[in-house]
């Protein structure tokens, strides 16, 4: 077995350190998803009470999509995943058509997943688990092969796993995908392999496990000690999707470096090559792909609102020079994310929020290297009640109060318990916010007491200088922008091992977002003038030339 440490840039000694230590482990590495290994920690079940069995009929099928069909239940019957059945449930096989061309062999659980009763067991929040990698120099991924097909069937609940084809009824020797427990099963399964290794020197979702470390010689300790665990718990590992030694690498759909995250350039290769849309199936696709993106871009739901109409039920779908700017604006956005910075518990928090009659925008920030970088945006639309506080006394301290408690709210996670600086461009906040105050509105004094656990300074900062969160209220949809959304990593993405040449760095200015609008002192923005000239570049994506397309 010959390690492939092409993109890894440890040193000749260290590779050959790192490939010895691999050897121990040979016959834990597959070239195939189809060679999953087999647990004995773990026996799926499925609940599914007092239901009575679910029988349905097969779905009909074009020819080819036969041939593919009968070659799935050939290859799973060979490998001992599926058997012949007598079950009284039968789940039909649904045949899927794949963006390539090709087709993908599914099976349909929506029926037997009603009559199941639910797993809560929790998913990790993807913002912990970047967190946690603030620290690091080296990374090394490892993914587990077929990660499901490596959980055995409880003898109890086979026969609910039964699923019929114009090629006969079968049943799973394995955990499936498409059952609704199969997610919460399978990562409670790693927590048990990992218990005392996740956040501590690993991290897992489902089947993708990232090892972290700040030095070499700790990076191999903690690669054996993850590969020890994997193989007590007779997984596999499938070769090419595993990386070591890396300074940065592809996890969960970001990269993630030493320095901080930025977008998977594979997933921004997907946006770039979205054709212009001819109906509201297209606007949606193109929609789904680039809202991935909003957490990096201040501004996003304002771009896309032309867009957004034409989504609009019983709209006419009409392209027009609105939405052509909006199309090519949010490819050109989307070309260069700003890349976020990990938070430092070391470091003091500087806390940017904003209010307007229609929004409150935050953004979160620390200084590296003299400079402030971004940690994160986050961005929330007033309820109708909530707009309304506009039209009373005091309404304007409301508003802008509000969108204090709010965003320390959001970010709760990370000054709870931590001194931080609150800039905000209300003057009366520094009044609200101050021991002395004795305010006989029950809003005001509500929230400047729950705030008063939380130990910060308040800094006035004219709001013609804080463009980066200026915008971000005006919004006209909800939005956390960075660490909050659970995007999976397509196993098939590949990154080239570029390192970022600018970290954190504040977003566009309004003006080039087409942001503007009135505030909620009453003041109208046309943009952000004294917003920071310097556009976030972030790691040099891949040129839209070099993947073949225009922006149109």
Same mark, same amino acid.
């Given at each position: 077995?010959?390690?492939? =440490?092409?993109? /890894?840039?440890?040193? &000749?000694?260290?590779?050959? *350190?790192? +490939?010895? %230590?691999?050897?121990?482990?040979? !016959?834990? =590495?597959?070239? /195939?998803?189809?060679? &999953?290994?087999?647990?004995? *920690?773990? +026996?799926? %079940?499925?609940?599914?009470?007092? !239901?009575?069995?679910?029988?349905?009929?097969?779905?009909?099928?074009?020819?080819?999509?036969?041939?593919?069909?009968?070659?799935?239940?050939?290859?799973?019957?060979?490998?001992?995943?599926?058997?012949?059945?007598?079950?009284?449930?039968?789940?039909?096989?649904?045949?899927?058509?794949?963006?390539?061309?090709?087709?993908?062999?599914?099976?349909?659980?929506?029926?037997?997943?009603?009559?199941?009763?639910?797993?809560?067991?929790?998913?990790?929040?993807?913002?912990?688990?970047?967190?946690?990698?603030?620290?690091?120099?080296?990374?090394?991924?490892?993914?587990?092969?077929?990660?499901?097909?490596?959980?055995?069937?409880?003898?109890?609940?086979?026969?609910?796993?039964?699923?019929?084809?114009?090629?006969?009824?079968?049943?799973?020797?394995?955990?499936?995908?498409?059952?609704?427990?199969?997610?919460?099963?399978?990562?409670?399964?790693?927590?048990?392999?990992?218990?005392?290794?996740?956040?501590?020197?690993?991290?897992?979702?489902?089947?993708?496990?990232?090892?972290?470390?700040?030095?070499?010689?700790?990076?191999?300790?903690?690669?054996?000690?993850?590969?020890?665990?994997?193989?007590?718990?007779?997984?596999?590992?499938?070769?090419?999707?595993?990386?070591?030694?890396?300074?940065?690498?592809?996890?969960?759909?970001?990269?993630?470096?030493?320095?901080?995250?930025?977008?998977?350039?594979?997933?921004?290769?997907?946006?770039?090559?979205?054709?212009?849309?001819?109906?509201?199936?297209?606007?949606?696709?193109?929609?789904?792909?680039?809202?991935?993106?909003?957490?990096?871009?201040?501004?996003?739901?304002?771009?896309?609102?032309?867009?957004?109409?034409?989504?609009?039920?019983?709209?006419?779908?009409?392209?027009?020079?609105?939405?052509?700017?909006?199309?090519?604006?949010?490819?050109?956005?989307?070309?260069?994310?700003?890349?976020?910075?990990?938070?430092?518990?070391?470091?003091?928090?500087?806390?940017?929020?904003?209010?307007?009659?229609?929004?409150?925008?935050?953004?979160?920030?620390?200084?590296?290297?003299?400079?402030?970088?971004?940690?994160?945006?986050?961005?929330?639309?007033?309820?109708?009640?909530?707009?309304?506080?506009?039209?009373?006394?005091?309404?304007?301290?409301?508003?802008?109060?509000?969108?204090?408690?709010?965003?320390?709210?959001?970010?709760?996670?990370?000054?709870?318990?931590?001194?931080?600086?609150?800039?905000?461009?209300?003057?009366?906040?520094?009044?609200?916010?101050?021991?002395?105050?004795?305010?006989?509105?029950?809003?005001?004094?509500?929230?400047?007491?729950?705030?008063?656990?939380?130990?910060?300074?308040?800094?006035?900062?004219?709001?013609?200088?804080?463009?980066?969160?200026?915008?971000?209220?005006?919004?006209?949809?909800?939005?956390?922008?960075?660490?909050?959304?659970?995007?999976?990593?397509?196993?098939?993405?590949?990154?080239?091992?570029?390192?970022?040449?600018?970290?954190?760095?504040?977003?566009?200015?309004?003006?080039?977002?087409?942001?503007?609008?009135?505030?909620?002192?009453?003041?109208?923005?046309?943009?952000?003038?004294?917003?920071?000239?310097?556009?976030?570049?972030?790691?040099?994506?891949?040129?839209?030339?070099?993947?073949?397309?225009?922006?149109?």
């Amino acid at each position: 077995m010959k390690a492939d =440490f092409s993109e /890894s840039k440890l040193s &000749p000694e260290q590779k050959e *350190l790192f +490939q010895a %230590e691999l050897n121990g482990f040979r !016959s834990m =590495f597959v070239d /195939s998803s189809k060679e &999953p290994g087999r647990t004995d *920690l773990l +026996q799926f %079940e499925i609940d599914t009470g007092n !239901s009575a069995p679910i029988k349905q009929p097969p779905y009909r099928v074009s020819l080819a999509e036969g041939e593919v069909m009968e070659a799935e239940v050939k290859q799973y019957l060979e490998l001992n995943l599926i058997r012949p059945s007598n079950s009284p449930w039968a789940s039909p096989v649904l045949m899927i058509r794949k963006p390539d061309g090709g087709i993908r062999f599914c099976i349909d659980c929506r029926k037997l997943n009603a009559v199941t009763v639910k797993d809560c067991y929790p998913m990790p929040l993807i913002d912990d688990i970047l967190d946690v990698l603030g620290d690091a120099q080296l990374f090394s991924t490892m993914d587990i092969a077929s990660g499901y097909w490596n959980v055995p069937i409880h003898p109890d609940s086979v026969s609910k796993t039964a699923f019929t084809c114009k090629y006969g009824l079968y049943e799973w020797l394995v955990m499936p995908f498409g059952l609704c427990n199969a997610v919460p099963a399978f990562e409670r399964l790693m927590k048990t392999v990992l218990v005392d290794l996740k956040w501590r020197i690993c991290l897992v979702y489902l089947d993708d496990c990232v090892i972290f470390s700040k030095d070499f010689p700790t990076h191999l300790v903690r690669v054996r000690q993850v590969l020890t665990r994997f193989q007590q718990a007779g997984f596999k590992l499938k070769m090419k999707k595993c990386h070591r030694g890396r300074s940065q690498v592809a996890f969960l759909g970001h990269i993630v470096t030493p320095t901080g995250i930025l977008p998977n350039p594979e997933k921004v290769k997907a946006v770039m090559n979205v054709k212009r849309p001819v109906d509201v199936h297209g606007i949606r696709s193109f929609l789904g792909l680039t809202s991935y993106f909003r957490r990096y871009i201040p501004g996003y739901a304002s771009i896309s609102a032309p867009l957004e109409r034409l989504k609009v039920k019983d709209a006419p779908f009409k392209w027009d020079e609105d939405c052509k700017g909006a199309f090519r604006q949010l490819k050109r956005a989307i070309m260069k994310p700003p890349i976020l910075v990990y938070q430092d518990g070391k470091k003091r928090f500087k806390l940017y929020v904003d209010s307007s009659r229609y929004a409150v925008g935050a953004c979160l920030m620390q200084e590296v290297d003299g400079r402030n970088r971004v940690v994160a945006y986050a961005s929330k639309l007033l309820t109708g009640s909530q707009k309304n506080w506009i039209t009373k006394q005091d309404g304007i301290s409301e508003i802008e109060c509000w969108g204090v408690v709010w965003a320390t709210r959001k970010f709760r996670c990370y000054l709870d318990k931590r001194e931080f600086d609150l800039y905000a461009d209300h003057q009366a906040l520094t009044w609200v916010f101050s021991p002395d105050n004795r305010t006989t509105n029950a809003k005001l004094a509500r929230w400047a007491m729950e705030l008063s656990n939380l130990q910060f300074k308040v800094h006035h900062k004219p709001g013609i200088s804080m463009g980066h969160v200026d915008g971000q209220s005006r919004l006209p949809m909800d939005t956390v922008a960075a660490l909050s959304i659970r995007d999976l990593l397509n196993p098939e993405d590949t990154v080239e091992d570029v390192l970022p040449t600018s970290v954190g760095e504040p977003a566009r200015a309004d003006s080039e977002l087409g942001l503007g609008g009135e505030r909620a002192d009453g003041h109208v923005d046309d943009e952000c003038p004294n917003q920071p000239n310097e556009v976030a570049s972030g790691v040099p994506l891949t040129p839209v030339d070099r993947f073949g397309l225009d922006f149109d």
